[in-house]
Structures are given as structure tokens and as C-alpha cells.
T-cell receptor
Framework: GENVEQHPSTLSVQEGDSAVIKCTYS??????FPWYKQELGKRPQLIID?????GEKKDQRIAVTLNKTAKHFSLHITETQPEDSAVYFC????????????FGKGTKLSVKP | DGGITQSPKYLFRKEGQNVTLSCEQN?????MYWYRQDPGQGLRLIYY???????QKGDIAEGYSVSREKKESFPLTVTSAQKNPTAFYLC???????????FGPGTRLTVT
């Protein structure tokens, strides 16, 4: 089955710097890769997603890149702000009829003012 | 806030007691999911249902049970057979495979 590895587990940056979180997946047939942000004690919320027919997607300060050959995808946050502090999860869809999401273990991002 | 609700927000139980967590959605989604979240472990799938009256085990189904009698509802029962039930439980729903999953606010269960 699908396996998703996420790095780093913690990341600390200064306000205004960029942050990059990387994930690798094992199933070459996976075709959907969402990123979720979870603030302390709250529900995960989708911030950006990408499908396997696209190499890059951008939404304001957030971008995701996908390298299907290497089976990895990354989240890029530019001009970080204190409100970006949260835990970020990547996920990859399982191939097959169910298409369930397999999540990485999360990255705790801290943005210092 | 997304149309998916969970209750209660906090739940306390003694060991040996079964407990049922509620999940309701008004998004008209066919698929619903239950995840367990532990510190440093990410989200692990307990059970999922793609359609009413049908559900499948996820990666950590032992000690849990579910039902899907209505499209809107997918309750999770944590049984006394679950060896380490204290955790944050999240319910989610979506239109089907490879679509965004919407999460409920979660239930924090503490068993002592």
C-alpha cells in the first residue's frame, strides 16, 4: 500500500523567510496530493492540492510542486507570517477504487516575529 | 464551518466502557471517514464508508465499530477492546475518491 514520508518534523523560521516541507510517496499510481494546515486544537483545513497531471500550482504565498519521477512533492510558503505557525500535513491518494488518503506525520512550523 | 459536525468536543470515560462518537454532515457527501490523531503520528484511518449501508476497515480498525444507516451520519463506537483509546478523533467527508476531504472539529476522548 501507499506510504508517505514527511520532512522535517519541526521547522522554525524568521518572519518573512521562506519555508519548505517535503514529502515522498511510494505508489507511482497515486494521483492526488493535498496539503492540510492544522492549528492547535482545531480541524485540519485544505490549503492547496495538486493532481498528477500538473507539476506546480500556486496560490498567493503558497505553492506546491510535484515530481512524479522521483515520487516527491513539496510545499513552499514565501514571506512567512506568524499566523502561518501550525502543523502541516501532506497526503497522497491510494490507487485503486477507494482512493483513500494516506497522511504524512506532519511538520510543526513555527514562524518567529 | 464546512457543514460537518462532531459531538461532544470532549469526552471522558472509564476503562471498560463503550463510547459512541457522533459525526453528522449536511454536505450531501457520499463518503465519510474516521481518523485517529496522536501526537507525532499524523492521521490514521480507522474506518471509511463510500456509500450508505456499506463501510470498510482502515489501517487501525481493531477495537472500533461503525454504522452508516443514513447518508448524513457515521457514528464511531470505541469499544472496551481498544487498548489505548485516549486520542483526538476526527471525522471527514468528501464527494468520493481524490476529492478534498472536509474535517469535523474533532472529539478529544480521554479514558482513565
Amino acid at each position: 500500500g501507499e506510504n508517505v514520508e514527511q520532512h522535517p518534523s519541526t521547522l522554525s523560521v524568521q518572519e518573512g523567510d521562506s519555508a519548505v516541507i517535503k514529502c515522498t510517496y511510494s505508489d507511482s499510481a497515486s494521483n492526488y496530493f493535498p496539503w492540510y494546515k492544522q492549528e492547535l486544537g482545531k480541524r485540519p483545513q485544505l490549503i492547496i492540492d495538486i493532481r498528477s497531471n500538473v507539476g506546480e500550482k500556486k496560490d498567493q504565498r503558497i505553492a506546491v510542486t510535484l515530481n512524479k519521477t522521483a515520487k516527491h512533492f513539496s510545499l513552499h510558503i514565501t514571506e512567512t507570517q506568524p499566523e502561518d505557525s501550525a502543523v502541516y500535513f501532506c497526503a497522497a491518494s491510494e490507487s485503486g477504487s477507494q482512493g483513500n488518503l494516506i497522511f504524512g506525520k506532519g511538520t510543526k512550523l513555527s514562524v518567529k516575529p | 464551518d464546512g457543514g460537518i459536525t462532531q459531538s461532544p468536543k470532549y469526552l471522558f470515560r472509564k476503562e471498560g466502557q463503550n463510547v459512541t462518537l457522533s459525526c453528522e454532515q449536511n454536505l450531501n457527501h457520499d463518503a465519510m471517514y474516521w481518523y485517529r490523531q496522536d501526537p507525532g503520528q499524523g492521521l490514521r484511518l480507522i474506518y471509511y464508508s463510500q456509500i450508505v449501508n456499506d463501510f470498510q476497515k482502515g489501517d487501525i480498525a481493531e477495537g472500533y465499530s461503525v454504522s452508516r444507516e443514513k447518508k448524513e451520519s457515521f457514528p464511531l463506537t470505541v469499544t472496551s477492546a481498544q487498548k489505548n483509546p485516549t486520542a483526538f478523533y476526527l471525522c471527514a467527508s468528501n464527494r468520493g475518491r481524490s476529492y478534498e476531504q472536509y474535517f469535523g472539529p474533532g472529539t478529544r476522548l480521554t479514558v482513565t
